[in-house]
């Protein structure tokens, strides 16, 4: 505990010695810190913090310091985190690099390959993508047909996959193939690869909400090194399922966040809706399904902070991943819905006059929501894993 | 579905037909896309004109051909399916009928006649901010000369921005919160000191915030009496309700048909998704919501031409239970469409958009349940 | 229209002149006239009422006069029941018999079972019960293993029904039977006999809600008449599933009620939890639940009032009978969740002191209420109906 | 579940043993069916009085362990798990917590002694109606020589009929209605003028209505001081929802269980019914109810063994959220277990029963969410 205080102190020290002070406003969305060769800095500030906690390997604290991690025990990243919170730090580097990939690398990649993408992810220079999601391949996941050959020296791959998040702005994609069309689960390789490989195209989607965080990506005749491929041929299921508890726990434990802004969502109802006499709310009604919804959230964060107990408690990757990351969804969509509700017809406003950007905001805030329950595992399939692996209920024969 | 007559069933009928030759979503779509500010296609809406549709409740004494609020609202049901963007309720239902039910002889003749030939766009104009709440209205009228000038906002007036004819309440005594003391006004969309700005709302249909500055109107221009807006107001609220809800039940049933379609035919795990019990059973749900919510509207419309004393409540039943249905359909059409259902070329988006708009628009769910209590004595 | 109006006229004068004045007031549980042998009349009158009506075959309106029913037709029986309701006359015969076996033995019956049973139905001498549910088969009820051997000059039959309405009271049965074990749905038969047979035996089943309306049936070597075999031998099925479209019917129809006794449920609530200043319901959550409640017994009911107007305009047995019964279920269990919420603790009483017998009756019936989903066919089955039948959505392959 | 200390460890483990060797459903039945107006078995309870689980938050200068509110709440979690009926929460939590909060030393030597030993059984007496409603207290104490004399009505008290003490809130000055002007007192169960009449309840645990006909007590007996009898009486009250949102957790989690269990073993159509996506759905719903309510049950007690400023809104938090769930594993057990939940011979009833009991005493859902929405400041 002396340790862990000594840590703190000096970590404390250093943070405060580092951070830009021209970050200490709240970060837009055009100034998240996504790193890549592709990224331009609005605030030359954000590359600068970035640089500097890398250099410390804090912006993945807890990977080991010969792939450039920082090297911490959980329990030391656990108060940088704390310290961090403490000076309400920007995040260094947002990162699929950090997130999702690196601790699938750190388990299953050979030596070279660690040394080769581990630093880079860490110092956030190069940005990746995930290619998983196929037009005909969603909650079906494993049935992906992205065609992968050996080609002797060199795997050639053809096909498309659909919801790559950001594959238009990312440097390298990892990417789950089909290497063997005999078998469905045992015929996919994870395989990783440059995004200016000649045959690799990304088209934007536009949502419902008008932005286009995600792209069709097709691959025509792309040429890959076969030292790219990760883990055993025909044995990337077993990666692929592990990187998504790791996405659907860090979709979980970031959050989904709407707009707020710090807004509590009452606060937001009492300025449109307006309160009675005694200071409720003037539509009770409302008023009911807003202190309901409150009392979801709070249970949820309770949940949520009761899982990491747990989890620092050495219980291992809780089976309630799956739940948290329905309940989440569930409930960023539910305070969606009564935010728009609570703001009127002035929460529809799409551009233009009228409208304020916050307001506009809270608009494209719930119509992206809608994609929560189905990105990063459906609900329906949530609930599906729900009931057979934590309740241990069977299929139908 | 309600037991028709021959008209209405020929009506509904040529409705059908109309809108999936002439205005199914992809012309919704194209019109969105376009960004044009009036939120609907004049071409279409002149054709509208030609069928007879603005004069379904218009006395055959003024051009209309009478058949009644069932009638208009099969039409609207059928619009409501491909999000077809008109000013069809604002005119031919809405303000129709604050001039048939609060209207001297003079204006209807004036008025009916005009709206029953498709000639002009009319609009109601009652709220002044984002929650429906007619007895807040606070925009003064004020006795001046031989007529009346009037001053205040209005805000989000459907077709405000395109309505040659606006029927405004206006208060001309008590306070905002009293359901006295309001009077009824025709503005016509070119007055002086009328300003007009187009919104642009996520269901892409035409709405304008309007604020009038000395807008002066003659003593002719009251609809009813001085003071007695109110119930031709509420009244005539109540058949708006009632017509939304139309449009709205068609609008939730085609987000059904079409999803039901996807689970039919999209395929996972080596299945169409529709085998699957779970979807299966929220389907079954969500076609007894629209069971219950078709009862409902088709009451609330034949109470209207019935002239029976429960036409209120049956609106307010009708306008939320059609919300509800409506936000559940349109919801489920995207979640059960899964990722396909999140882009903007795919309509589910669309429906999603507008099902929020019209619940919103002369009172939720939550104010009408409110409403529905306060009938009931509770 | 003038004959419909003579008949009303003539209707109405026999219902005032043969109408029993003492059967004005509401009526109670054991008034209720299920005739049979073994009928117990409080009071004679209701037994007078029973065989006046039945005379006129109006107990069985629309049964043609060859069988005893009245020969209405479905306007003229309309009336009558307009009539009746004018007068507020309680049932004459309520009967398993009119409503569920009648209208299949007039389908499926040969002309002397016609002959033998109807009549009798009519005039509620036979108190029917229906053999259906077993212990091992619920909803799944083709999977009934009650066994009937052919025994060349009659069936032999051993098994064991459950959820036997008032098998203890009732005089006849009607019961479903396996006479091929090799087929599911073909090797059921449907027969009918007389629950005073040997090898008999009814068990009353006590309920959650401390009543028996229900028994278990045994059948221990029970000789059964080949005559009374109705249909083909093993084409029972068809003949089971038509019954049990009249039992949703039935089901639906006549609602579930609770014990209102006239009283709203906003008038329970205004007793128990008071109201504010402007009159509204002290509890604004609970108004707020009673109010959608409300809404939701309103769109029920114009639903039922819109199929009984499509059934009467001749578009026959509407598939919307299995939403009807699903719909109703919920609603009656919504109604009596918020009925015992309401009354608060005191909705909550069993017997004894402190309690009054209308609360004590809410409690019974919100326990009852909870079977209305599971009889007659489950909700989950009900919904699989919609889902396949009404809505096309095949079985997973 | 928490991360539990050694000594937390070993009282769970304890209580589950005991519950499953002494107390199963069963023991319970037996209890109703003998028709034992007391609600609870003596001999168990004495059981549990020798175990210490009397004495748990109970200082040890008391006599008790002072292993905490999250200790007895892992107890009681165990014995609503099998429906086991005792005055463990009304006595070592309800009366126990009222003392620790607002008792005099000597009135702590006095009664959390007897308490910690269990040699008494004690009760809080605050509705007078079948709504749970603190501020509402009108029966009326006034001063009376060297004591007080009090006079009115209390319901519903959860082990009013055996209580050798009971706690009783009273109005010593304002309103019913008014949360000043209470005062609460110690009164004995024996108490000249104090007639108590058992209640046969659906739950068949022990309540009863009392009636206070110019009882007389001692100035000793106030609890706090006269008029400050609010403030204590909320905490304690809070204390005891947390309480008993344990003990609804642990039945929630038992009906669950149960439940789950028949859905791996009854089979339909050839098939295990826990096979069909519809049910698997909900069953996978509910187990993420019964997480969510168990992170809200475990905060809250922590929080009152942490002295944390809000105890309180996570009291009603644990409170509606068990009773939500509570509600709804109870309805699924019957709906689930088809015909046979619906006979009394079966288990599911019992937890039904209690379900809405338990969801009632100290508030429903309603109640805290209005009373969350306040501490909220909407």
Same mark, same amino acid.
């Given at each position: 505990m ?8 000096e ?8 951070y830009?002070?021209?970050l200490k ?5 055009d ?16 590359k600068?913090w970035?640089?500097?906690m890398?250099?410390r390997?804090? =912006?993945?604290?807890?990977w ?5 991690g920082?090297?911490? =025990?959980?329990?030391e990243?656990k ?8 000076i309400k ?9 950090v997130?999702?990939l ?8 050979n030596?070279?390959q660690k040394k080769?993408?581990?630093p880079k ?9 995930q290619?998983?999601s196929e ?10 047909? =992205?065609?992968?050959?050996?080609k002797g020296?060199?795997?050639?791959i053809?096909g498309?996959?659909?919801?790559t998040?950001?594959?238009d702005?990312?440097d390298?994609i990892?990417c789950l193939?089909r ?9 996919i390789?994870f395989?990783?690869?440059d995004m ?5 195209e990304?088209r934007?989607?536009?949502l419902i909400?008008?932005?286009?965080p995600?792209c ?13 491929? !990760?883990?055993a041929?025909?044995k ?16 979980s434990?970031?959050?989904?966040g709407?707009t707020g802004?710090g807004?509590e969502?009452?606060?937001i ?7 009675d006499?005694?200071g409720r ?6 008023r009911?399904r807003l202190?309901?919804?409150?009392m ?6 309770l949940? !949520? ?6 989890l620092?408690?050495?219980k291992?990757l809780?089976p309630? =991943? ?14 969606s819905?009564?935010? !728009?509700?609570?703001i ?9 006059e009228?409208?304020s ?10 119509l992206?929501?809608k994609g929560?329950?189905?990105?990063g595992?459906?609900s ?11 309740l ?6 | 579905m309600?037991?028709?007559t021959e008209?209405?069933t ?6 059908r037909?109309?809108?999936q030759?002439r205005?199914?979503v992809?012309a919704?779509r194209?019109?969105?896309?376009s960004?044009?500010g009036?939120?609907y296609?004049?071409a279409?809406w002149?054709?509208?004109?030609e ?5 379904? %409740?218009?006395?055959?004494a ?18 409501g399916?491909?999000?077809?963007a ?8 809405t303000?129709a009928s604050?001039?048939? +039910?609060?209207?001297?002889?003079a ?12 000639a %002009? ?12 709440a007619p007895e ?10 031989r007529?009346?000038?009037?001053n205040g ?11 040659d004819?606006i ?7 008590g306070q905002?919160g ?6 009824l006004?025709l ?12 919104l $642009?709302t996520a269901?892409?249909?035409g709405?304008?915030?309007?604020t009038f500055k ?15 807006g109110w119930? %031709? ?10 017509g939304?809800?139309?449009?709205m ?7 059904f ?8 035919t ?7 998704i529709?085998?699957?019990?779970a979807l299966?059973?929220r ?6 919501e629209?069971e219950?919510t078709r ?6 419309l034949?109470? +209207?031409?019935?002239g ?9 039943l009708?306008?939320? $239970?059609?919300?509800e249905?409506l936000?559940?359909?349109s919801?489920?059409?995207v979640?059960m469409?899964?990722?396909v259902?999140?882009?903007?070329a795919?309509?589910a988006?669309?429906?999603l ?5 019209a619940?919103?628009?002369?009172g939720?769910?939550s104010?009408h349940r409110?409403?529905?209590a ?5």
């Amino acid at each position: 505990m002396a340790d862990l205080e000594a840590f703190r102190n000096e970590a404390r020290s250093w943070l405060e010695a580092n951070y830009p002070p021209s970050l200490k406003t709240p970060m837009t969305e055009d100034e998240a810190p996504w790193g890549g060769r592709k990224a331009v800095y609005k605030n030359p500030d954000i590359k600068l913090w970035m640089d500097r906690m890398a250099s410390r390997g804090w =912006t993945a604290p807890t990977w080991p310091k010969e792939y450039g991690g920082g090297g911490l =025990t959980g329990e030391e990243a656990k108060v940088l985190e704390q310290e961090l919170r403490r000076i309400k730090a920007r995040p260094a580097l947002m990162s699929f690099g950090v997130w999702m990939l690196g601790p699938v690398l750190l388990e299953y990649a050979n030596e070279a390959q660690k040394k080769e993408y581990l630093p880079k992810i860490v110092r956030g220079e190069i940005r990746w993508c995930q290619g998983y999601s196929e037009p005909g391949a969603g909650s079906d996941l494993a049935g992906l047909q =992205t065609k992968c050959e050996d080609k002797g020296d060199h795997y050639l791959i053809n096909g498309q996959k659909i919801w790559t998040s950001y594959a238009d702005q990312a440097d390298w994609i990892f990417c789950l193939v089909r290497t063997d069309t005999s078998k469905k689960h045992e015929g996919i390789s994870f395989v990783l690869f440059d995004m200016t490989t000649p045959g690799v195209e990304a088209r934007p989607i536009k949502l419902i909400s008008g932005s286009s965080p995600f792209c069709e990506t097709f691959f025509t005749d792309v040429k890959v090194p076969k030292a790219q491929l !990760v883990g055993a041929l025909n044995k990337g299921w077993d990666i692929a399922k592990r990187l998504l508890q790791y996405e659907r726990q860090n979709i979980s434990a970031g959050g989904f966040g709407g707009t707020g802004g710090g807004l509590e969502i009452e606060d937001i109802a009492k300025k449109y809706v307006g309160t009675d006499a005694d200071g409720r709310l003037a539509d009770h009604d409302l008023r009911a399904r807003l202190a309901a919804h409150r009392m979801e959230a709070k249970a949820f964060a309770l949940t !949520v902070r009761r899982v990491e107990q747990e989890l620092r408690a050495g219980k291992g990757l809780s089976p309630a =991943t799956s739940i948290i990351k329905y309940a989440a969804a569930k409930l960023n969509q539910d305070r969606s819905e009564l935010v !728009v509700e609570a703001i009127g017809l002035q929460g529809l406003g799409w551009s233009g006059e009228g409208f304020s950007p916050r307001e506009i905001g809270e608009t494209r805030a719930w119509l992206r929501s809608k994609g929560n329950s189905i990105e990063g595992g459906t609900s329906e399939v949530n609930l599906n894993v729900v009931a057979k692996r934590v309740l241990g209920l069977l299929d139908h024969q | 579905m309600a037991i028709l007559t021959e008209e209405q069933t020929m009506l509904r009928d040529a409705a059908r037909d109309w809108v999936q030759a002439r205005s199914p979503v992809g012309a919704f779509r194209k019109l969105r896309d376009s960004g044009d500010g009036a939120g609907y296609d004049p071409a279409l809406w002149r054709e509208m004109g030609e069928m007879g549709w603005t004069g379904v %409740i218009v006395p055959e004494a003024h051009g209309g051909s009478e058949f009644g609020y069932l009638g208009l609202g099969l039409v609207l049901e059928e619009t409501g399916r491909t999000l077809t963007a008109s000013p069809l309720l604002s005119t031919a239902l809405t303000a129709a009928s604050a001039l048939l +039910i609060g209207g001297s002889e003079a204006q209807k003749e004036e008025w009916l006649s005009q709206i029953a030939a498709g000639a %002009i766009v009319a609009a109601l104009a009652v709220d002044e901010h984002a929650h429906h709440a007619p007895e807040k209205t606070a925009l003064t009228a004020v006795k001046s000369g031989r007529g009346w000038t009037l001053n205040g906002g209005k805000a989000f007036v459907p077709e405000g921005g395109a309505a040659d004819l606006i029927v405004v309440a206006a208060r001309t005594a008590g306070q905002p919160g009293d359901a006295d003391g309001l009077t009824l006004f025709l503005v016509q969309g070119d007055a002086d000191g009328l300003t007009r700005t187009a919104l $642009k709302t996520a269901d892409s249909r035409g709405y304008a915030n309007l604020t009038f500055k000395d807008v002066t109107v003659a003593e002719t221009a009251v609809l009813g009496e001085a003071g007695g807006g109110w119930p %031709i107001l509420e009244e005539t609220l109540d058949r708006a309700r009632a017509g939304l809800a139309a449009e709205m039940l068609g609008t939730a049933a085609q987000a059904f048909d079409v999803t039901l379609d996807y689970l039919k035919t999209r395929t996972q795990f080596g299945q169409a998704i529709g085998t699957f019990q779970a979807l299966q059973h929220r389907a079954a749900k969500l076609y007894t919501e629209l069971e219950l919510t078709r009862s409902c509207v088709e009451a609330a419309l034949e109470a +209207i031409d019935n002239g029976s004393a429960d036409a209120g409540a049956l609106a307010s039943l009708a306008k939320a $239970k059609a919300g509800e249905t409506l936000h559940l359909a349109s919801n489920e059409m995207v979640q059960m469409h899964g990722g396909v259902g999140m882009t903007d070329a795919h309509d589910a988006g669309l429906y999603l958009k507008r099902a929020r708009a019209a619940e919103a628009i002369y009172g939720g769910a939550s104010y009408h349940r409110d409403r529905y209590a306060r009938l009931l004595g509770f």
